[in-house]
């Protein structure tokens, strides 16, 4: 018998070991531990034959056939076996290169898939999309789904994709977790879950009887222990689901837990920067920076520090607000702050607040700093410079001939910290410091920096020199007489 007659001869059951040594062999059935010895069946009562062929310790395959009158056929020559055996190892070898090599291009797909979620040029919806196809590529499906779990506890429908087409799910669907569906089943215990026969399995009550699902492999998609989605696959191409397929799969679990985390982490730092952008337009800069480094402080924290402290107003605001409609009030307003405040914050200040026309600032707080007399001085200095060069010339476009601010500085130990009520709090100071600064500000013309005899002596000769200097002043408003020094850096017009 020629070797092309072994085609025949493929098996369903194990009865015998062949094992091939030194170009010998000899078969021992298992059942009843008979001796076949060159193909001579000592048994003769059996009808059939099974043989397993195992070389090097390795199963190779299975043969089977007829006995003919107790003998094994003469197919079984040691040249047969021989050939048998390598054409085996070769199907075993072409095997283990087409896995490698799918193994290959599984790496590199998913590598592709994490580069397209670092360069950021897609939609989390379009790289779900990429997602979907690359993973049918690997898992021939007909269908695919994946479902998002916001809780935990419940599942709702995201995208899909079905004889190729992608799809957007009902996100109504909105449904908890149980045990009596295989993708409950996968969710509850966090491990793939697959069925070759799902519809003939009465444990699950909810599969739809009719439904065509010849298949069906579940994916819990799970971070930091945490379930974050389930993966459906149903309806396997060719063949049943098998344990490389659940390979497969558990690679593509972990790639879609890392696209749904990174796009949640994107989300937080966006909201994070949205929030962190809102906060600075209702906080002085040196503040937000506080809560962003060390978070948000309780009542109870007040510090008591030296700061220096800045008051500045628009002379005669109120006669001024009296002549003007609510919407060029508040427009002259927002003008006079762009340009000011900056350059606060510029020179190291804290602004306290802005009421009606007055800020309040203050330096050396929340955070010491080096020299703050002088970082305090510089900036009233470039207040009233630009004061002059670019708020006074858009007001004057509004008919305000006569407009000017007046600044006053002093220095001493205040109270810092957060005031204010359980449901609403300021981060603000006080203290006879911050009194005796508004009082030196109100004494100001326009054009003028009153600065206190304490501040002065830190700033003498390491400022830009003013226009003028008054030194020498005596200061009674604030109860008790003191020196006050007036620079004045600027000249207004029609003043």
């Known amino acids: 018998m020629s070797v092309d007659?072994?085609?025949?001869?493929?098996?369903?059951?194990?009865?015998?070991?062949?094992?091939?040594?030194?170009?010998?062999?000899?078969?021992?059935?298992?059942?009843?531990?008979?001796?076949?010895?060159?193909?001579?069946?000592?048994?003769?009562?059996?009808?059939?034959?099974?043989?397993?062929?195992?070389?090097?310790?390795?199963?190779?395959?299975?043969?089977?056939?007829?006995?003919?009158?107790?003998?094994?056929?003469?197919?079984?020559?040691?040249?047969?076996?021989?050939?048998?055996?390598?054409?085996?190892?070769?199907?075993?070898?072409?095997?283990a290169e087409t896995i490698r090599d799918s193994s290959l291009i599984l790496a590199q797909d998913?590598?592709?898939?994490?580069?397209?979620?670092?360069?950021?040029?897609?939609?989390?919806?379009?790289?779900?999309?990429?997602?979907?196809r690359t993973l049918l590529c690997h898992l021939q499906f007909s269908r695919c789904s994946i479902y998002l779990s916001l809780d935990g506890n419940s599942l709702t429908g995201y995208r899909g994709i079905m004889n190729g087409n992608i799809v957007e799910l009902d996100n109504r669907a909105n449904w908890v977790i149980e045990s009596t569906s295989l993708i409950g089943t996968a969710a509850i215990n966090q491990n793939i879950f697959y069925s070759n026969h799902p519809i003939k399995d009465d444990s699950f009550v909810k599969l739809d009887r009719h439904s065509a699902q010849k298949n069906i492999c579940c994916i819990p998609v799970t971070f930091d222990n945490h379930l974050q989605a389930m993966i459906n696959l149903s309806n396997k191409v060719n063949g049943e689901i098998d344990e490389r397929d659940i390979k497969i799969a558990e690679h593509f679990g972990v790639l879609l837990a890392h696209l749904i985390e990174s796009n949640r982490t994107t989300k937080l730092i966006i909201k994070n920067r949205i929030t962190?952008?809102?906060?600075?337009k209702y906080l002085s800069k040196n503040i937000k920076d506080q809560i962003e480094d060390n978070g948000f402080s309780k009542r109870g924290s007040e510090v008591r520090q030296k700061a220096v402290c800045l008051f500045c107003d628009i002379r005669s605001f109120t006669t001024i607000s009296e002549e003007l409609d609510s919407?060029?009030?508040?427009?002259?307003?927002?003008?006079?702050?762009?340009?000011?405040?900056?350059?606060?914050?510029?020179?190291?200040?804290?602004?306290?607040?802005?009421?009606?026309?007055?800020?309040?600032?203050?330096?050396?707080?929340?955070?010491?700093?080096?020299?703050?007399?002088?970082?305090?001085?510089?900036?009233?200095?470039?207040?009233?410079?630009?004061?002059v060069q670019k708020v006074v010339p858009e007001w004057v476009e509004k008919k305000i001939r006569r407009v000017g601010i007046g600044i006053g500085i002093h220095s001493g130990n205040v109270i810092a910290g957060n005031i204010g009520s359980?449901?609403?709090?300021?981060?603000?100071?006080?203290?006879?410091?911050?009194?005796d600064t508004e009082m030196l500000e109100s004494t100001a013309r326009p054009g003028q920096i009153r600065?206190?005899?304490?501040v002065f002596q830190h700033v003498e000769g390491k400022v830009p020199k003013p226009k003028d200097v008054v030194k020498g002043t005596i200061f009674r408003e604030t109860g008790k007489p003191q020196l006050v020094h007036i620079f004045s850096p600027v000249d207004y017009p029609d003043y």
């Open 5 to 95: 007659q072994f085609d025949h001869a493929l098996i369903h059951n194990s009865y015998a070991n062949l094992i091939l040594k030194n170009s010998d062999f000899k078969i021992v059935t298992l059942e009843q531990e008979t001796i076949i010895e060159q193909g001579k069946l000592i048994d003769k009562e059996q009808d059939l034959f099974t043989i397993e062929v195992i070389a090097n310790d390795q199963h190779f395959f299975n043969l089977c056939g007829n006995k003919k009158d107790g003998e094994i056929p003469s197919i079984f020559t040691i040249a047969h076996m021989i050939f048998l055996t390598d054409l085996y190892t070769m199907q075993n070898r072409i095997e």
């Open 110 to 132: 998913i590598k592709a898939m994490i580069e397209l979620l670092h360069d950021g040029d897609l939609t989390f919806d379009q790289l779900i999309d990429q997602y979907l």
């Open 276 to 280: 962190t952008n809102g906060l600075g």
């Open 327 to 387: 919407k060029t009030l508040v427009s002259l307003l927002n003008i006079y702050f762009t340009n000011l405040v900056p350059i606060i914050e510029k020179h190291n200040g804290t602004i306290d607040k802005l009421v009606g026309d007055m800020i309040a600032a203050f330096w050396n707080l929340p955070r010491e700093i080096p020299n703050p007399e002088i970082s305090a001085v510089k900036a009233a200095i470039e207040m009233q410079k630009t004061m």
């Open 422 to 435: 359980s449901d609403r709090l300021n981060y603000t100071v006080m203290g006879d410091a911050v009194k």
């Open 451 to 454: 600065v206190s005899n304490r």
